[in-house]
């Protein structure tokens, strides 16, 4: 397994290319799933969750066509030829549930792998199966699998999210495509990516209405066209390089992105002591070191502060000056990476759901273990702060949602290699990407 080093110190700067979002483009590839007709989407990040989902998608019979280099993908599901998402598809990625809806939606039967837990959490799929239940989908359990049936097609309803759930909005979006009728959905997420798959699915023909906000209207069923589709900039990168300014000082200009996307997460980061101006097509974000302030955070759904720069968030506070109190709101066990950043010197207690920070004068460089995708990517912020060298092992699960994180690092200063496994030599190879990935 590939470890990551690096030199902790060196402030920032440069510019930083934000790529499509992770979490937009796997509803977005699930989405082809309605239609027989092709589905070309552009800005698709270069991440092991999506060739995950490519690879899902081909084994049901999905054309599938990648042009990595301009972050093209191609896709048609012309006809399908699998209805079963097996089990080592599936553990790989829990994602994988999102093609449950628009493959019942348009084979009226699915065996899906439960999804099973992962490391923040049970993340049972309850929601999505009662969201399809009142869609008319006969659901029941076997040996591991969902069974979901709806042998005369789906009907249009009416369903209420008990929770907010995005990839449960998002399944069964995509599956009212295809109801007779029409579904009125309530409670549903907003997320950026939720209002992305929405616009690629008007794209495709489908006639949707109240994006942007928690009740959803879809007129069913669907006549697709073909379409072609920009995957929406990942806000979650954008909001993690942001605090990597935050951490070691610098400016660096984030492109390809938007402010608007991080409606609460800026001004949170504005009052901690970073500064952001507004350029053509993204921001510059810039911290001058002498202190941050140390301010409480919760975390909650869209337009709230998203649990996904939770872990980010908690670096920056162990070099701020005072204490604050991280409360984790989605997910039941999103501490994982509390006990990897006290290896660096960090000062935190965890009491339920809630960490207690207290800022340290400076972090130390140790080797220190990921855990999950966005505790991963903490430890690389702690690293670029920590004095002396830190290493990060099992960095696969970086790879999951950071296209090149090493390559846009580098390109703004920072001392960061990849140890490939076997011979722990830098992969000299990526410092020249390194242009690549920033004028891509
Ligand atoms: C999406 O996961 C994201 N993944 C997650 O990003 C993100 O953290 C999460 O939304 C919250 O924003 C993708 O979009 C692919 P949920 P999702 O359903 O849809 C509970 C990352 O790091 N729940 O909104 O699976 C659940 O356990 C990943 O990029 C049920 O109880 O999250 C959680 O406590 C991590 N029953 C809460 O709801 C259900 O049927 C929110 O989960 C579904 C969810």
New binding site residues.
């Given amino acids: 397994m590939d470890k990551i080093r690096l030199t902790g110190g060196r402030a920032l700067h440069g510019k930083i290319r934000i790529s499509g979002a992770?979490?937009a483009t796997?509803?977005l590839l699930a989405a082809c799933l309605l239609s027989d007709k092709p589905l070309t989407l552009t800005n698709v990040p270069r991440l092991s969750d999506v060739e995950t989902f490519e690879a899902l998608l081909a084994h049901l019979g999905v054309e599938v066509h990648q042009d990595s280099a301009r972050g093209i993908t191609r896709l048609c599901a012309k006809e399908i030829l699998s209805h079963e998402a097996p089990y080592d598809h599936v553990r790989k990625m829990?994602?994988s549930v999102l093609v449950l809806g628009p493959l019942l939606a348009r084979c009226g039967e699915v065996r899906l792998s439960l999804p099973g837990g992962c490391a923040?959490?049970?993340?049972?799929?309850?929601?999505?199966l009662k969201g399809l239940e009142a869609l008319g989908a006969q659901i029941h359990l076997e040996e591991g699998y969902v069974v979901a049936k709806a042998p005369q097609g789906l009907v249009g309803g009416e369903y209420t999210f008990p929770?907010?759930?995005?990839?449960?909005t998002e399944n069964i979006i995509m599956a009212a495509c295809l109801a007779k009728g029409t579904t009125v959905l309530k409670g549903a997420?907003q997320?950026p990516?939720v209002t992305d798959l929405i616009h690629c699915l008007k794209a495709m023909g489908a006639c949707i209405e109240g994006e942007g906000t928690s009740t959803l209207t879809i007129y069913g069923p669907t006549n697709f066209v073909e379409a072609t589709h920009a995957v929406l900039p990942d806000r979650?990168e954008t909001g993690t390089y942001a605090m990597a300014v935050g951490m070691v000082g610098g400016s660096v200009e984030l492109t390809h992105t938007s402010l608007s996307l991080l409606p609460t997460v800026v001004p949170l980061l504005e009052a901690v002591g970073l500064v952001f101006e507004e350029t053509q097509d993204g921001f510059k974000v810039s911290y001058d070191g002498h202190g941050l302030k140390a301010l409480d955070l919760t975390t909650s759904?869209y337009p709230g502060f998203?649990?996904?720069l939770q872990a980010q968030y908690m670096a920056l506070m162990t070099l701020a000056k005072g204490e604050c109190h991280i409360q984790e709101t989605?997910?039941?066990n999103r501490f994982m990476h509390v006990p990897e950043l006290a290896r660096l010197g960090a000062n935190i207690s965890v009491k339920g759901n809630t960490a207690h920070v207290r800022g340290v004068p400076h972090l130390i460089g140790a080797p220190v273990m990921a855990t999950d995708?966005?505790a991963s990517v903490c430890l690389v912020l702690a690293g670029l702060a920590a004095e002396g060298e830190t290493v990060i092992s099992r960095v696969y699960h970086l790879d999951r949602?950071y296209e090149e994180i090493e390559n846009k690092l580098s390109a703004c200063g920072v001392s960061i290699e990849r140890l490939v496994e076997g011979n722990d030599h830098a992969s000299s190879q990526f410092v020249s990407q390194a242009q690549s990935a920033n004028n891509r």
């Fill in positions: 992770k979490n796997l509803p829990r994602a923040i959490g049970a993340r049972p799929i309850d929601v999505h929770i907010v759930s995005v990839t449960g997420a997320e990516e979650i759904v998203p649990t996904d989605i997910f039941e995708l966005r949602g």
